[in-house]
């Protein structure tokens, strides 16, 4: 459900771009989205070309790119991928997705929130890293 | 061409859509700032504004210990949906994590800040009030580009009348005029005891020093051992007693003529 909220801040935010830069057109622009934010690519998308219509940016390509998500202990070591982790992945907290009335984790709306909900599968430390895969960004814009 | 930054634009845009931004900050902690936080949102809806209550403190978020839910957050189309209550819009971590800890730091913490911003889903407020945690790191970082975008923006900060907690909020009030942030003034907390029908200024009094740091004094606080036991009840900490609350009501009122 968060794909519309994000939707809309990349449209916002690629319009002020597009001011401040004195563009009236975008061709293609390419999103990458981290693993852990679990998009719906074909929502976002719906949600992106919905959005920019009426808009400059109404016309533009969008490409979504996916980073996936790799996480390194900096106590022991490890390294484990998004799979493992959501598996390991603290039920204790929730956020409730509305109108369908799904507890979801906050991780895929917070994903900076991997040390509270996570711990290393390997020695239980919340120290790790989160190498990748937690961004939304522009990474490309072609005009 | 340098890419947008979507998620800070999102959270600056965002909290842009307050006609109004109020931060209360320190730099120092333990001064009762939160305490402060939610007394001004309190009154200041009570005063028939509309009013959010942004809790910025991601280690130590005191928001939901005051205003405690059992509710979870939830998420909707628009983002995530502030907390409803006593007539405020609530946003904090610890309605997410509750009592968890949340280590991090550095550009971790700034792209948590920036995502629970850009998410949060506030209405039109008259109001934004955010409890900025002590210190002049991430948060206040992320709270400076905000002010500087808000054309009706006003921070407040929060000392205790000791030379120790002063010289540090010294340095948050240069960080804030150098970016050229406008600062209302000063709210003393914990001020002076009242012993029977004497007052007891237990750290004395700052007067003098005040007036060398180029801003005014919003208004003194008692130190209130009443304010505990409100939080203790489950009371709002500006209803511990008349005394109190008048002194924040006049504060308010300040900042309704200034913003």
């Known amino acids: ?143 | 061409m340098r890419a947008p930054d979507v998620l800070q634009d999102e959270a600056l845009r965002r909290v842009s859509r307050a006609d109004r931004l109020l931060m209360v900050a320190s730099g120092k902690g333990g001064v009762g700032k939160s305490i402060i936080s939610i007394s001004l949102a309190s009154t200041l809806s009570e005063m028939g504004r509309k009013v959010g209550l942004l809790d910025l403190d991601v280690h130590g978020p005191s928001i939901p210990q005051v205003f405690r839910s059992e509710r979870l957050i939830k998420a909707t189309k628009h983002g995530l949906e502030p907390l409803r209550m006593n007539g405020l819009e609530l946003m904090s971590l610890g309605y997410i994590v509750r009592d968890s800890p949340v280590p991090l730091g550095g550009e971790d913490k700034m792209s948590l800040l920036k995502m629970m911003v850009a998410l949060t889903n506030w209405s039109h407020l008259d109001y934004l009030v955010v409890d900025l945690p002590p210190g002049t790191g991430d948060e206040m970082i992320l709270a400076i580009r905000a002010l500087k975008r808000h054309p009706r923006s006003g921070t407040v900060l929060v000392t205790l009348p000791s030379k120790l907690s002063l010289s540090i909020v010294r340095r948050a009030l240069d960080l804030l005029r150098d970016e050229g942030i406008r600062v209302l003034g000063i709210i003393e907390n914990m001020s002076y005891i009242r012993c029977g029908g004497d007052i007891v200024r237990p750290f004395g009094s700052l007067a003098l020093d005040y007036s060398s740091l180029g801003t005014q004094v919003l208004g003194s606080l008692p130190l209130e051992p009443a304010v505990e036991e409100a939080l203790a009840s489950g009371k709002l900490p500006h209803k511990a007693s008349r005394e109190v609350m008048e002194a924040v009501s006049a504060i308010a009122s300040r900042i309704e003529v200034m913003m």
């Open chain 1, 1 to 143: 459900m968060h794909e519309w909220s994000l939707a809309d801040a990349v449209v916002r935010s690629l319009l002020g771009f597009m001011a401040s830069e004195g563009l009236d057109s975008i061709k293609e622009v390419e999103v990458t989205w981290g693993e852990i934010l679990e998009l719906d690519t074909g929502i976002f998308e719906q949600a992106f070309y919905e959005l920019s219509k009426g808009t400059p940016l109404e016309g533009a390509k969008l490409v979504l790119k996916e980073e996936k998500a790799y996480f390194r202990c900096n106590s022991c070591g490890a390294e484990w991928d998004f799979k493992t982790a959501d598996e390991i992945l603290s039920r204790e907290f929730e956020i409730l997705e509305e109108p369908a009335g799904v507890r979801e984790s906050p991780l895929h709306f917070l994903p900076d929130l991997a040390r509270t909900l996570l711990r290393c599968p390997k020695c239980g430390s919340r120290d790790f890293d989160l190498i990748s895969g937690k961004d939304l960004r522009v990474s490309k814009v072609v005009a």
